[in-house]
């Protein structure tokens, strides 16, 4: 898993079919996708349950990229062997999660799986200055976590931006969770954001079977950041 900033669009399986998540993971890395999100949930840290290690474990043959696995729980320690084991590229965990973010991040790195930090909407970025090298991907929550579909919190557009000055030189992506689309990922692009995370934008109106709608809005939301980045140049 190299790195670069170029956009990558990276679906979020919480609005694929659940029924049918191997063929789902198969299409939209057909149609164009670069990452294929897992969005975890427990319903302690936030209020809905999706996935456990072992959906993550039997997707994977299916994914042929980056399997980037967003830990929206708590306590999340004990849990991060069996992600790392299901085969996940990126583990995410949350700033506001436990009170030893430094030590989530160091066990981590020490599974051999690249390290990201989330922040809520109401997270400021003090904390993440002090942890800025020892993450991979910064994930900035552009909606409150636990839920798919909802609106995109404009405010968060200053604080992608402010992070990616404090980010610098470092190769460290910069990813975009919540109510992206066409419309709001030039925002965040041009803010600096790399790594759109998006379920409802690309699902919606397609199948296994008309997979083709989903390259449809995959590039969509990719022509929409990347002249954004244009534009910033």
């Known amino acids: 898993m190299s790195f670069d900033r170029s956009i990558k669009i ?15 993971c198969r299409a939209i ?13 427990d319903g302690h ?3 809905n349950i999706t996935f456990g290690p072992d959906t993550c ?5 299916h994914i042929g990229g980056v399997m980037d696995v967003h830990l929206m729980i708590a306590p999340v320690d004990a849990y991060l062997a069996g992600y790392a084991a299901a085969g996940a590229d990126v583990i995410t965990a949350h700033l506001e999660a436990g009170p ?4 989530t991040l160091q066990a981590i790195r020490a599974l051999g799986v ?26 900035v929550m552009t909606v409150n976590p636990g839920f798919g579909g ?12 402010q992070l990616r000055r404090m980010i610098g030189d470092r190769p460290i992506h910069i990813e975009i969770d919540g109510g992206v689309t066409a419309e709001t990922a030039p925002l965040v692009a041009g803010a600096g954001a790399d790594v759109l995370v998006t379920g409802s934008a690309v699902f919606k109106g397609g199948s296994v079977s008309a997979s083709h ?21």
């Not at 990276?10 to 789902?24: Q, R």
């Not at 909802?150 to 931006?161: A, G, H, L």
């Not at 950041?225 to 910033?232: C, G, Y």
């Open 114 to 139: 690249k390290a990201g930090l989330a922040i809520n909407p109401g997270t400021g970025l003090d904390a993440v200055a002090n942890l800025l090298d020892m993450i991979d991907l910064v994930c």
């Open 29 to 41: 890395e057909a149609e164009g996708c670069d990452w294929v999100h897992v969005d975890v949930m």
């Open 100 to 103: 030893h973010i430094h030590r």
């Open 213 to 233: 709608v989903y390259r449809s809005n995959i590039n969509a939301i990719r022509l929409a950041a990347e002249a954004a980045l244009v534009r910033a140049a």
């Open 45 to 47: 840290f936030v209020p």
């Open 10 to 24: 990276a679906p979020s399986i919480l609005s694929a079919d659940f029924a049918n998540l191997g063929a789902e």
């Open 150 to 161: 909802q609106k995109f919190i404009s405010s968060q557009v200053d604080k992608v931006r």
């Open 57 to 61: 474990k039997a997707i994977r043959p």
